[in-house]
């Protein structure tokens, strides 16, 4: 049993078993003066009938990765992983995690440690009770990732929730945790002699790493190899664990881990292959959420459901017949579903989508369709067959259909223009928030907008999501298009569509934007000592140039302050947080304005200046009716979003959606005390500008990237521009990065005059009559904490969890990670 933690003392009187102690960090000494890595230990082997271990006669390999400061680096891992790999190591326990998934040399080692049989199990994360927080390397597919319950089989807060944020924007997650375990005051060993409790997904990870222990023991050890492996041991974990009721399957994974069960699973084990989960039953509420919040229907996005093939018949695999749609019945016709799935399966595991949409025959349809889908996976012959491997993988559906719904109930979400943390320094938006420096939980609908899309299904909306450009969906279908929190830019062709949808097709525009100050930004960048480079924010909390861009053939604009404070209005109290300020809006809309205090660089410069108390009048919220659309817009997306709301402005959301989908007018947000009856204007050469000094093309789907629709778009546009859109492909450039035109030729007439070669448009004063618009207790650590720079900064406690960080940020040669304890990543 390999545990990579802050070591052990060899004398420690709880284990018996130690085998090897190695030392990977630059301190000199192979103990343990934090007392996380014994009670680790304990957890899986310790022999004191106080804290007895799950597995005590288990052999120890303690491998120290972490300094007395809590600092490891990526280096240090590496090394430290060859050895287990060099000295066949079974299994291996990492109760530690970050948020970086694209610090590739850790990522691709963890896949060579796999591919060589080590079955690595690893704690989920203690960000919970957040959505897409999950920790790497947990919520990698050939990990065994754990999630943490209390006695009471209740899902702990703390423990982090999927889904998997790979494969947005443009994908859907993946199921994790795997399992959950006990991880709510555990008993284990202290850092010299007696017992002590903790709680976390620190301890969580351990528990399943005993389990894991126990059941390899059961197997004879000269079959051993030949039965167990990655995938093996997770088909037994997942198959046999019990399912909990309440949570759902990216909170709770295949349920709390069981050893009988999974026992009987593996006693009779064949090598075969297998899907996780095995079931998607959209009628099993909440384990089915969000696929059974909302039914599907005929003329949606297609609902995509990321599965992850086990392949226990070796760490290679191929999918042998393409997979197959299997209705039980003639209605299951109706359902026409599209297949993407791994070429190869390594190691152990890969991946199969399901885009599932239903056919426009069945408009009116209502009811359950069942079937499953099968797929056959084949792996080479093992050492001493001739015949290759092979078995059918079985996943069962059951959907639940409704006739199409309403135009004006139909709301899509833009999920494309989104970026996140990694690749890119993508700041918080809400720049109150001192323990989480990183946009990193995806700013998905079902990661930290999960609590809006309740609402907004409650309020009986149904909500799609667009992965793909603007001109990949069809308006005609849609009341509103929501735009939330965007960082990306924007293609030609898009604006010139958004606004044609607007303003010929009906379409309502819903905006939330964030924060965007260059002088600000500039401030928040520091040097990281693992990449040796100075790390600057690539964008705000939203892209406000390419924004302003999109929204420019409508004479909206925002600008660059950073707005701050509280408001009432229609009744509601609201909290502004980071918000930005409205610039630029037609004669004849309506605008609603607030004092608020600036606290940009240049807005707190001015308010030394004048009074520190100084507070004006700031237009954030304004409505717009463009011929036959509608348009709401508002400077702050923090009421929206989970992560680090103060209140929430669902109120809000709901009567724009009012506005924009029904053309419902609240008589407050309406009243003639704000409607313009002159514009709100500022010069074009005073808006906020574009950094020049970030390459934006490393994070973005737009600049230099061809525009074209994908595999989260409508069947009938996959590979194409869009709907009407006939033309070869066209790349967004920036001023600096220079990229290849593929459409010189382009038949697209962008109609926008004024607007220069990187799409900044000029001069637009709309006017309503121009024909234009038609980790854990403070008992966790034994010894005072003591940190060695500003980033590993205790925070503040919650609940009584002393938060401990080890902030880890992307890192190609040396890396930092956290203990998962109830841990956040601590703040410049």
Known sequence: MAIFDTGIRADHPHFRNIKERTNWTNEDTLNDNLGHGTFVAGVIA??????????????????????????????????????????????????????????????????????????????????????????????????????????????????????????????????????????????????????????????????????????VSVIPENIRKDILNPASMKQALVEGAAKLSGPNMYEQGAGRVDLLESFEILKNYKPRSSIFPGVLDTTDCPYSWPFCRQPLYAGAMPVIFNATILNGMGVVGYVETPPTWNPSKEEGNLVSIHFTYSDVIWPWTGYLALHIQIKEEGSHFSGVIEGNVTVRVYSPPAPGEKVRRSSTCVLQLKLQVVPTPPRSARVLWDQYHSIKYPPGYIPRDSLDVRTDILDWH????????????????????????????????????????????????????????????????????????????????????????????????????????????????LGIAFGDKILNGDFSVTGEQSRYASGTNIVKFPRGGYVHSFPFSDDSES??????????????????????????????????????????????????????????????????????????????????????????DVNFSTYSAVVGKELICRSDS?????????????????????????????????????????????????????????????????????????????????VVAVSGLLILSFWRIQKKRRRRRKASGSGRYSSP
Request: negative net charge.
């Open 603 to 692: 807005g707190a410069t001015q308010n030394i200046l004048i009074s520190s108390k100084t507070k004006a009048d700031t237009p954030i919220l304004g409505f717009l009716e463009a011929r036959s659309g509608r348009v709401a817009v508002y400077g702050d997306s923090n009421c929206l979003d989970s992560s680090h709301m103060v209140t929430n402005c669902y109120w809000l959301l709901k009567k724009i959606l009012e506005f924009t989908s029904k053309n419902v007018k609240d008589p407050v947000l309406f009243s003639d005390s704000v409607k313009q009856d002159k514009p709100l204007h500022l010069e074009d050469n005073q808006l906020p500008s574009r950094r020049t």
């Open 442 to 553: 995806g700013d998905h609908l079902h990661t930290n907008f999960h609590i809006m899309f309740n609402m907004l299904r409650d309020s009986g909306y149904y909500v799609e999501i667009l992965g793909s450009p603007l001109t990949c969906f069809d308006a005609n279908h849609y009341g509103t298009l929501m735009m939330v929190d965007l960082e990306d830019e924007y293609f030609p062709e898009e604006i010139q569509k958004l606004r044609d949808d607007i303003i010929n097709t009906g379409l309502g525009l819903a905006v939330f934007a964030e924060w965007y100050n260059v002088d600000t930004m500039v401030k928040m960048r520091f040097f990281d000592d693992n990449t040796r480079s100075w790390w600057t924010p690539v964008t705000g909390g939203a892209n406000i140039p390419a924004l302003n861009d999109l929204l420019a053939p």
């Open 46 to 215: 310790g022999d004191d009938a106080d804290c007895l271990g799950f597995a005590p006669d288990a052999e120890i390999y303690a491998y120290r990765v972490f300094t007395d400061a809590q600092v490891s680096y990526t280096s240090w891992f590496l090394d430290a992983f060859n050895y287990a790999i060099a000295t066949n190591m079974d299994v291996l326990n990492l109760s530690i995690g970050g948020p970086d998934y694209l610090d590739i040399p850790f990522v691709e080692k963890v896949w060579e440690l796999t591919a060589n049989n080590i079955i690595m199990v690893s704690a989920i994360g203690n960000d919970g009770p957040l959505y897409g927080t999950l920790n790497n390397p947990a919520d990698q597919s050939d990990v065994i990732g754990v999630g943490g319950i209390d006695y009471s089989d209740h899902l702990a807060s703390f423990s982090s929730r999927g889904m998997s944020t790979w494969e947005i924007p443009h994908g859907y997650g993946r199921v994790k945790p795997d399992v959950v375990a006990y991880g709510r005051e555990i008993m284990g060993s202290k850092i010299s002699t007696g017992c002590k409790s903790l709680s976390g997904t620190s301890v969580a990870s351990p528990v399943v790493a005993g389990v894991v222990c126990l059941l």
């Open 714 to 794: 409508r069947f009938e546009v996959w590979g194409t521009k869009g709907f009407g859109l006939h033309f070869s492909g066209r790349n967004r450039k920036l001023p600096g990065y220079p990229v290849n035109d593929l459409s010189r030729n382009s038949s697209f007439d962008l109609e926008i005059s004024g607007t220069n070669s990187f799409g900044t448009a000029k001069n637009y004063n709309l006017d309503l009559t121009d024909k234009y618009l038609g980790l854990f207790n403070r008992d966790d650590l034994d010894v005072p904490v003591q940190v060695a720079s500003r980033w590993l900064l205790p």
